[in-house]
């Protein structure tokens, strides 16, 4: 049971929290019929992403060997056989399908663009460089989409935005490890590490996270967001996404920790502390919360 835990990532399920982000702006995170359609599809979709998990690492599964860490993956070390991988990986997509299914028909046609986006990641597009980490950000953006379309909620081009640059700062962070390891230790994680340099990943990670950084203060100062929400204090939500970054580019360029970003989540309780403190402020504001 342990190795079917560690198969199918189930602590990487926390990034389909996406999907809830429409939901939590849109003021309708307490409808009960919304959260509940938003659960079901939640639920699903982690199925959906635990058969691309494993897809992924058997494709992966001779790279992964000379990873200082992900050589302890159940394909890659071999206590899961490649024929029982994909038998578990097909009960979960058919699972996956079906409860997509009874929540919403246009997150079950969204989780195909998702298969299929990640079935070609796996199979070649994860050896383009740029393409590789664009493609993980597009998939953050799928999910947002997910929560849209099961929430019946518009989605702004700020989140969409905010989301897609966030994701690709992480993702960058992420293959910046595989530069990392690569050009220090001599070891080849992936293909497409040969066409990147940790120099090119640290002025990647640079601009991005400037860029998003200002993004998110266009977004709070926004006549158009200060008026939805009718709240004059929304800057104050700046300072925890600001030492969040701060802290999150400390861990990679001074610790050289930023290939396991799930692993940081749970860990680095500085980043829970912005984390958390943002999701406290944003919801006194939006739920107009007393205080």
């Given at each position: 049971m342990k190795d079917i835990i560690s198969l199918i990532r189930v602590n990487n399920w926390i990034k389909n929290l996406f999907i809830f982000i429409p939901l939590f702006f849109s003021a309708d995170l307490f409808n009960y019929q919304k959260l509940c359609s938003t659960i079901i599809v939640f639920i699903g979709f982690c199925f959906i992403t635990s058969y691309v998990y494993i897809i992924n690492d058997i494709f992966d599964k001779r790279f992964d060997r000379n990873h200082p860490t992900k050589y302890k993956r159940a394909i890659a070390s071999g206590r899961v056989s490649i024929s029982y991988g994909i038998a578990i990986a097909l009960f979960f997509l058919i699972s996956g399908c079906i409860i997509i299914y009874n929540g919403s028909i246009e997150s079950l046609w969204l989780s195909i663009v998702y298969i299929l986006l990640n079935m070609a990641y796996s199979y070649k597009l994860k050896k383009v460089a740029?393409?590789?980490?664009?493609?993980?950000?597009?998939?953050?953006?799928?999910?947002?989409?997910?929560?849209?379309?099961?929430?019946?909620?518009?989605?702004?081009?700020?989140?969409?935005?905010?989301?897609?640059?966030?994701?690709?700062?992480?993702?960058?962070?992420?293959?910046?490890?595989?530069?990392?390891?690569?050009?220090?230790?001599?070891?080849?994680?992936?293909?497409?590490?040969?066409?990147?340099?940790?120099?090119?990943?640290?002025?990647?990670?640079?601009?991005?996270?400037?860029?998003?950084?200002?993004?998110?203060?266009?977004?709070?100062?926004?006549?158009?967001?200060?008026?939805?929400?009718?709240?004059?204090?929304?800057?104050?939500?700046?300072?925890?996404?600001?030492?969040?970054?701060?802290?999150?580019?400390?861990?990679?360029?001074?610790?050289?920790?930023?290939?396991?970003?799930?692993?940081?989540?749970?860990?680095?309780?500085?980043?829970?502390?912005?984390?958390?403190?943002?999701?406290?402020?944003?919801?006194?504001?939006?739920?107009?919360?007393?205080?």
């Open positions: 740029i393409i590789d980490m664009i493609i993980i950000a597009i998939g953050f953006i799928i999910r947002l989409f997910i929560g849209a379309y099961v929430g019946e909620i518009e989605l702004t081009q700020w989140i969409v935005l905010m989301v897609f640059l966030l994701s690709l700062f992480i993702a960058i962070a992420k293959r910046r490890d595989d530069v990392y390891i690569f050009e220090n230790d001599n070891k080849v994680n992936r293909d497409v590490v040969r066409q990147y340099s940790v120099n090119f990943m640290d002025m990647s990670m640079t601009m991005i996270s400037s860029i998003l950084i200002m993004s998110y203060l266009l977004f709070i100062s926004s006549a158009e967001v200060i008026d939805r929400y009718g709240n004059d204090y929304l800057y104050v939500t700046f300072f925890p996404v600001l030492i969040g970054i701060l802290r999150y580019n400390q861990i990679v360029y001074v610790f050289n920790k930023g290939g396991s970003p799930i692993s940081l989540i749970f860990k680095d309780i500085f980043l829970q502390l912005c984390v958390i403190s943002w999701i406290l402020i944003f919801s006194l504001i939006i739920y107009n919360i007393p205080t």
